[in-house]
């Protein structure tokens, strides 16, 4: 039962490193589309 149970747990960690990382990625692309406010993108 305990190789039962550290498979699922090792399954559920993966489940939750991979949403992790899709986040961050997620996060990352939308501060580049997104720049902070206050900055100029069209500089005249």
């Known amino acids: ?3 039962r149970n550290n498979f699922f747990q090792r399954a559920l960690n ?3 490193e991979g949403r992790t990382r899709q986040a961050e990625r997620y996060l990352a692309q939308y ?14």
């Open 1 to 3: 039962m305990s190789s």
């Open 14 to 16: 993966a489940l939750i």
């Open 31 to 44: 501060e580049r589309d997104h720049p902070p406010l206050g900055t100029k993108v069209n500089r005249h």
